[in-house]
């Protein structure tokens, strides 16, 4: 276990890799962090600053200088960034101007925090400033990969916190991110068995968001180097919802617990964006302008896997740039250009994925309505031109309306993967019937197109659903009072189908029908998510479990004026 | 010298009613000739009435035999039945009764063949029959034809071929095609017949009869006028029923038939309304449009397969020319590649299907098409659609669809280059890799080098840009996923293979060993004294390989939709 995350440790890539951890690993050492990482202030060489008791059994305050990986040569000397001028630093001005009138009294340690090793030929010089600049007051203390995991593994993960049964979890997911499927299983478990220890105290929450935390780090670093973060972006979706589930009774509350929960739940949020965005800004994007490029990407021989890898990306940049959109909203920076222009990317590298991987005009699964209504709702927020997304949609509809009519590969109400695979088994009326059973992929992308104004396309779609597909129960997926207890839990029966949309008497009688069923609905901004303004959170659940996404994150905006 | 049996012991064998089983071993005789001696020596001892060959057939001892000893049985009797002196009404019962259990094994008419023979060996029996049948006797007028045909009595036949319109018409009209006539005078008296009978409006069955013997006559006597053949044929074909059309498929198998163009336009003018369901005068057709095609008429063979394809039914189906196809595919390669861009350009959904499964070669790949430039002399549209039908039609056999790209390039003009050039690229290079090699193996002074070169360089750019996006791990299929992939592609592949078993001749003519271990296999066969030898075999595998195209995967339904598009657009008029 100790290798483990010694290995972890040695593999962060950058410094705030090791910031997202320490205060937590600090805070369940017992020790007051004062000082967190911040961007963009002056921190005179210290980037966390805590107060706590040293192994001697002194109280003292400790001053940690972060640096990732290694340290070498280069890193000790010659550069206003390197370490020994950020030590000077913290002698001259942080000691003397930033450390709080009530700790002023306490001897201080600098720590030099930093994941790997510190190199031989650095030794001599590290020794010999130590030596040079202790003084009654000041002391030194290197705080390498070894010894962080030592309290990593005597702090936040003590066996008395993490039993061996989510230890071994932990351990088999981490071992198993080559698989992801099975990583995240167990990882899964590992998540659960957090979240029933934390449903016991609001410490015991907070410390079950902290272990979910680190825990997520290591399994997300140690991925990142498998180069495969498939489970880590599942494990971080699902974490998010259960650790959300944990935190939402004690919402408004404002002890101290209730805030540090709060904490870590944005922590989690930030680790997911990281995950998710390492994913996709660094993996996917950089080639999603060239052609057939993703579709190549994925080493799959058969067109089904194709284009359900296709859409599942798509549905991530479409939730991810909706956190995104969701963040810059937060904190209120309307003019933050880079994060605005962040989602701007999101919406355009969706549109250079669409058009240069043509199975994205072809969902094959009803489900994959989900991933379409993720990616419409960005652009919805982006406030980019429409004419991609007409252009998608009526595309969409034209090939949907050719794959029934053929009996060819139109989209499946079956989500299960032998289904797909194995379709068309056969040209039966009866399995047809049978196949095309029901759909909310087809009202969705109707009534968009109908706001709109496709006439032409919308009433395609009408005459299919009334010759082709007039057994079809058409429906939309709304949350409803059970699904507050259980969206976020990855469960399934919950929630209410509203069904029979007259999608055969074209698109306005449709988008009024929708309007009036989410304007009749009382279920939806109760949900906890919905009233504290983490709408992306039931985003995040209806991606993670399949469900489609509600129309009251749309139909707001597709309502014809005076409706 | 073989021994043959005595007069004791053939009476011993039909006292016993062990006859007919020596019949079926053919008394154990191996040589011909003394078979021959043995049908001499029954017959004699029949005819001395030492014994009764006709009551083998009268007390059904030989109908009682097991299905292959009856046949070798009657095959044994026919050649004694010539012999025998014997009633006529007892005789032709006898061929009767064995010709109805023979049923509808190809040996069943084996007995009238003995009958014909029986009553040219003994001619007065025939004047009985037909005088019989002339009074009304219903056995006599079934075994008219064999004797008239014994007779060669045209005359006569004409005769009752006129006077009546029973049963006894039909055989002497049949008749009258067997009969070798004396002189062309006597064929062309037999036509006039026709020519009379036909005014009375006779049935389908009578025209049907007609047909064949005047088809018979046009074969011995080639010099026939057309003038008079022709619209003798051709009233025979007008309102025609399937007996009659099918006949008239068979026609097609008489190889005078190439001299006599204006009858062979008649009746391939009525065979293009075939109902496509009769599946047996298709059969006919099929085999008489091979004759043709090997006989100097190819273009009247394949304008009539155009046109019968034109039609419009529904029921059409192109398999059912397997012969035809065939004969097309391996003849001459100018002739086949007009047949290639006639049919195309046609776009009729039979003809370009049947091509499609037709063209072999090159494995998968299929054969290389380089159509000639005088072929190819039509309007740039027209060339560009041929292009697109090709690839329509051919795109899974990628070489034969290339090469008529790269035939259109050799002598299209700028413009059409251009547009055949992306067709070139975005459907052909872009799907199969394969493609790639053969137009990198074109001759470098070939008129389409420049064009081709251009649509290479766009797919290796393609590719290039292809093959700098790394593999992205997270997105691939799980190992669950791949299970039940390779669950289903095992499925399918067992269903290929017994379907491919279920069509194969071997499985019809060898038995099957499945060998569980070893890449060699023994086996030994039992020699007459009981020895074994030893058979071994060297096992060696085979296969097949083929490309998928790359759109298969990235975007079926595109794919799917275009060429559709491609096979199903028309050219405009």
């Keep these: ?137 000041i002391a030194f203390e290197e705080w390498n990969g070894d010894k962080i995991a030592g309290l990593i593994l005597k702090g936040i993960l003590r066996e008395e916190i993490l039993p061996n049964d989510l230890r071994s979890s932990f351990r088999k997911a981490v071992a198993m991110v080559d698989e992801p499927d099975v990583s995240f299983a167990h990882f899964l478990r590992l998540t659960e068995g957090l979240h029933r220890a934390g ?92 052609r057939h490029g993703f579709s190549r990407a994925i080493k799959a021989r058969d067109s089904l896997d194709v284009n359900l890898a296709c859409f599942e990306v798509l549905g991530r940049i479409g939730l991810t740039g909706l956190w995104l959109h969701w963040l810059l909203d937060r904190s209120g920076k309307k003019g933050d250009d880079e994060m605005r222009q962040g989602v701007v990317n999101f919406v355009r590298a969706g549109f250079d994925l669409i058009q240069n991987n043509p199975t994205l005009y072809s969902p094959r699964a009803d489900r994959q309505g989900t991933d379409i209504a993720l990616f419409l709702l960005l652009w919805m927020h982006s406030g980019q031109g429409a004419e991609e997304v007409v252009s998608w949609l009526s595309e969409m509809a034209n090939r949907i309306t050719f794959a029934v009519q053929s009996r060819g590969l ?20 009866e399995y047809f019937k049978e196949t095309t059973c029901g759909s909310a992929m087809l009202p969705l992308i109707t009534a968009w197109l109908e706001a709109f104004r496709q006439d032409d ?54 988008l009024t029908t929708i309007a009036e069923a989410c304007r009749t609905d009382t279920d939806f901004p109760k949900i906890s998510a919905v009233k504290t303004g983490f709408w992306p959170l039931v985003l995040t659940a209806c991606h993670h479990s399949r469900f489609p996404i509600p129309p009251q994150f749309w139909i707001q905006a597709l309502k014809p004026p005076g409706e | ?58 007390r059904g ?71 019989a049948s002339m009074a009304g006797n219903d056995l006599a007028s079934r075994h008219l034809t064999f004797a008239l045909e014994a007779l060669g009595d045209a005359a006569e036949a004409r005769k009752m071929a006129l006077s009546y319109s029973d049963v006894r018409q039909l055989s002497a009209i049949t008749a009258l095609g067997r009969i070798i006539h004396v002189d062309h005078a006597s064929s062309l008296d037999t036509l006039a017949t026709f020519t009379r009978i036909m005014e009375n409006h006779p049935g389908d069955e009578v025209r049907a009869c007609m047909l064949v013997s005047t088809m018979a006559i046009l074969a011995r006597w080639p010099q026939t006028d057309p003038a008079i053949a022709a619209p003798l044929v051709d009233g025979f074909l007008k309102d025609q029923g399937p007996i009659t059309l099918h006949h008239a498929a068979r026609a097609l198998w008489v190889d005078e038939i190439t001299s006599q163009e204006d009858v062979l336009n008649c009746l391939l003018k009525a065979l293009e309304s075939v109902d496509p369901t009769h599946k047996g005068t298709l059969e006919e057709l099929d085999h008489g449009l091979f004759r043709l095609m090997g006989s100097g008429s190819s273009a ?54 049947g091509l499609a499964r037709a063209l072999e070669g090159n494995g998968m790949e299929g054969p290389s098409l380089d159509v000639g430039p005088e072929i190819l ?29 790269v035939s259109v390039l050799r002598v299209c003009d700028e413009e059409t280059a251009g547009k055949v050039g992306d067709l070139l690229a975005e459907m052909m290079l872009l799907n199969f890799g394969c493609m790639k090699d053969y137009l990198t193996g074109l001759p470098s002074d070939d008129p389409a080098r420049s064009h081709v070169d251009r649509a290479l360089e766009r797919n290796n750019s393609y590719l290039e840009a292809l093959r700098a996006v790394p593999d992205i791990n997270e997105f691939d299929p799980s190992e669950s996923q791949l299970q039940i992939q390779q669950a289903h592609q095992r499925n399918q592949m067992r269903e290929v293979g017994k379907l491919a078993m279920d069509k194969s001749i071997f499985s019809k003519i060898c038995r099957t060993a499945t060998l569980l271990y070893g890449n060699r296999g023994q086996s030994f066969i039992r020699e007459a004294q009981g020895h074994l030898r030893p058979v071994e075999m060297e096992m060696k595998s085979f296969g097949v390989t083929f490309e998928t195209p790359r759109l298969e995967i990235i975007d079926p339904i595109k794919l799917d939709y275009t060429l559709r598009v491609f096979r199903s657009e028309r050219l405009e008029k």
Aim: charged share 25%; proline share 4%.
């Design chain 2, 1 to 58: 010298m073989t021994e043959l049996p005595s007069s004791q012991v053939l009476i011993a064998l039909a006292e016993n009613d062990q006859l007919v089983e020596a019949m079926a071993r053919r008394i154990e005789l191996g040589d011909p000739d003394a078979a021959q001696d043995v049908v001499k020596h029954w017959a004699e001892f029949h005819n001395t009435h030492a014994i009764d060959l006709l009551q083998v057939v009268e």
């Design chain 1, 199 to 290: 449903d016991i105290s609001n410490k015991a929450k907070v410390r079950s968001a902290r272990q979910l935390n680190i825990c997520l780090w290591i399994l997300f670093v140690w991925a990142r180097d498998a180069g495969n973060l498939e489970a880590p972006y599942r494990a971080s979706e699902i974490g998010l919802l259960k650790m959300w589930d944990l935190l939402r009774p004690g919402i408004g509350k404002k002890s101290k617990d209730a805030t540090d929960l709060a904490n870590s739940f944005i922590k989690l949020i930030q680790l997911h964006l990281t995950i998710a965005s390492e994913l996709i800004e660094k993996k996917v994007l950089p080639h999603a302008n060239v």
């Design chain 1, 1 to 137: 276990m100790k290798l483990l995350i010694r290995d972890y440790l040695a593999s962060l890539k950058e410094r705030n890799e090791l910031d997202a951890i320490l205060p937590d690993l600090l805070s369940e050492l017992g020790f007051t962090v004062i000082s967190r990482p911040g961007r963009g202030t002056s921190q005179h060489g210290v980037d966390i600053a805590a107060v706590g008791e040293d192994e001697d059994g002194e109280r003292k305050i400790f001053l940690f200088s972060l640096k990732q990986g290694d340290v070498t040569r280069q890193d000790w000397d010659g550069n206003p960034q390197a370490i020994r001028a950020s030590l000077n630093e913290i002698r001259d001005a942080y000691i003397r101007n930033r450390i709080p009138v009530r700790y002023q009294t306490l001897r201080i340690v600098i720590c030099l925090a930093f994941g790997g090793d510190l190199q031989e030929q650095v030794r001599d010089s590290w020794g010999g400033y130590t030596r040079e600049n202790t003084t009654d007051r």
């Design chain 2, 377 to 405: 002399s039509i309007p740039s549209l027209t060339q560009e659609f041929l292009c697109r039908k090709a690839i329509g039609w051919f795109f899974h056999k990628p070489r034969t669809a290339t090469s008529i790209l």
């Design chain 2, 300 to 353: 009247a063979s394949i304008s009539f397969v155009t046109k019968f394809f034109s039609s419009g039914s529904d029921n059409l189906d192109f398999e059912n020319f397997e012969n035809f196809t065939a004969s097309l595919v391996s003849g001459p390669t100018e002739r086949l590649h007009r047949v290639v861009v006639e049919w195309l350009l046609l776009g009729n959904t039979p003809l370009c299907l």
């Design chain 2, 61 to 131: 001892q030989i109908q009682r035999l097991p299905s292959h000893k009856f046949f070798l049985a009657m095959s044994f009797l026919c050649k004694i039945l010539p012999e025998l002196d014997a009633p006529s009404q007892r005789m032709m019962s006898c061929v009767e009764a064995l010709v109805a259990h023979a049923g509808d094994d190809l040996a069943a008419t084996q007995p009238n063949g003995a009958l014909r023979e029986w009553f040219v060996r003994w001619p007065e029996k025939s004047r009985e029959v037909i005088s």
């Design chain 1, 410 to 429: 139109y989209p499946l109400s079956s989500a299960d993967y032998r289904d797909l695979s194995a379709h068309p088994r056969e040209r039966s009326d």
């Design chain 1, 457 to 510: 396309v919308v009433k395609k779609i009408s005459a299919l659903a009334q010759k082709e597909l007039e057994h079809c129960t058409f429906q939309l997926w709304m949350p409803d009072s059970n699904s507050e207890t259980e969206l976020f839990s990855g469960m399934l029966g919950h929630g209410k189908a509203v069904f029979d949309l007259p999608l055969c008497e074209g698109g306005r009688r449709l």
